[in-house]
């Protein structure tokens, strides 16, 4: 395993590790996290089809559609948000402790798959006091120390097993090649964002489920205090945010949807499915009138147009030409080049950051391979010389081999190296 973080997507395909059984598990986990939000809402006194609807208005949206079938360790993420946030709920409507206590297990096991389980851990520890019966503040205390200790047991777990076989509890912390630094921008001037932009750019993913302020009219009605639990997701993002870390947008949308059908109350009066019924629609003309960024502007258009996008096409192209090359030939970055080396089917040919040659291949190239490949965009946050310095000038001895819109390969030429020798 390495003690990379996060360590379950690669013990999860250690059986088949390829790119179409996650698609699979990405969908399978899907299936399971509407199974879940159905079996929950079709308990809520509306009409069937009035349910039927808004299910549809939540998951057949680009957002969710792409969680469901590009990104099974961020629906797995939802799915297990999704069971925890059901069990926090039966602590603050019943103050079930041993609801508490099964959120805490579930957050605790979400760790394995997102860092950002350790915050949403905390959040619902500190709020816990006040969402629990007047006159009762110590069972809230309590409940916050339930719902933390699994956490602190999984997190020590991994540090114990990082203790033992590499002797650094916090290696999977410190290490470069961990997935953990790609939710933090490199780039020193970019760790401060702001408030201003954090809280447009939320804003700006919180209009695109706006079903999320339908519940909220609703809670504030029926239960004014589970208005704070509805949106403490959008402030968490928002802290991600302001600090530099990346939360990406369809990941947001997906969490606003999902939580806010979860959250509509199962003793809802049934006047209110009107109300719900004008909500699934403007939901759905949302969904598909605003347009969408990054790889979720991707798949939104090829929804649209029903066509490839020319990038994808490129990538395929660029993978099928990396397939065919000898093994450890390639130099290249997989904090950028991951979806290119995807659609190589195999990472054999290519020599990465986790090699421990990476680092010595990325200062004198022509030691250790022939090929380099970079990207043509030289604005690249992640990575090193190789991203940085080669996309404008490649090392002594290489040349220019294939050039795409968006990728370059340089060859090593011993002639070229001859030339330019003295």
Do not use: H
């Not at 239960?223 to 870390?245: C, E, H, S, Y």
Request: proline share 7%; charged share 10%; glycine share 4%.
């Amino acid at each position: 395993m390495g003690f990379a973080y996060p360590p379950a997507p690669s013990l999860l395909l250690i059986p088949w590790p390829n790119q179409i059984v996650a698609a699979i598990l990405a969908v399978l986990i899907g299936f399971a996290t509407v199974w879940l939000l159905w079996r929950e809402f079709s308990k809520v006194k509306f009409p069937r089809p009035v349910q039927f609807l808004l299910l549809v208005a939540v998951m057949a949206t680009p957002a969710t559609l792409y969680l469901a079938t590009q990104s099974f360790v961020d629906v797995l993420a939802l799915f297990l948000s999704l069971m925890a946030w059901r069990y926090y709920l039966g602590f603050t409507k019943e103050s079930r402790t041993q609801s508490v206590f099964l959120a805490g297990m579930i957050i605790a096991a979400a760790f394995f798959l997102n860092f950002y389980a350790l915050v949403v851990a905390v959040a619902f520890a500190l709020i816990a006091p006040f969402l629990v019966p007047e006159g009762r503040g110590w069972a809230g205390i309590a409940a916050a120390f339930v719902l933390i200790f699994p956490v602190l047991v999984f997190v020590g777990a991994f540090m114990y097993v990082c203790w033992i076989f590499v002797g650094d509890p916090l290696a999977f912390i410190k290490d470069s090649n961990s997935s953990l630094f790609a939710y933090s921008r490199l780039d020193p001037s970019g760790l401060a964002i702001g408030w201003p932009l954090s809280i447009q750019n939320t804003w700006q993913d919180l209009i695109r489920a706006p079903i999320i302020f339908f519940v909220a009219l609703l809670l504030l009605k029926v239960a004014p205090a589970r208005v704070i639990v509805l949106f403490l997701p959008a402030i968490l993002i928002i802290i991600f945010r302001t600090f530099g870390l990346v939360f990406p947008s369809y990941l947001a949308i997906g969490i606003f949807l999902v939580i806010a059908l979860a959250a509509i109350p199962q003793k809802t009066p049934s006047k209110y499915w009107p109300v719900f019924v004008v909500a699934a629609v403007v939901q759905l003309d949302v969904a598909f009138t605003f347009s969408y960024q990054g790889e979720l502007g991707v798949l939104y258009q090829a929804l649209i147009s029903a066509r490839s996008n020319a990038a994808d096409v490129e990538e395929v192209e660029v993978g099928k030409y990396l397939r065919d090359l000898p093994r450890q030939s390639v130099l290249a970055d997989d904090r950028v080049a991951y979806r290119v080396i995807a659609r190589a089917g195999t990472a054999a040919p290519v020599l990465l950051p986790a090699d421990t040659k990476y680092q010595f291949a990325e200062s004198n190239p022509a030691g250790f391979v022939k090929y380099l490949l970079v990207p043509s965009d030289v604005f690249v946050m992640f990575g090193g010389r190789l991203n940085k310095s080669y996309a404008f000038d490649p090392p002594t001895g290489f040349t220019l081999q294939k050039l795409w819109s968006q990728w370059k390969i340089y060859e090593f030429n011993e002639q070229a190296t001859v030339s330019l020798s003295p």
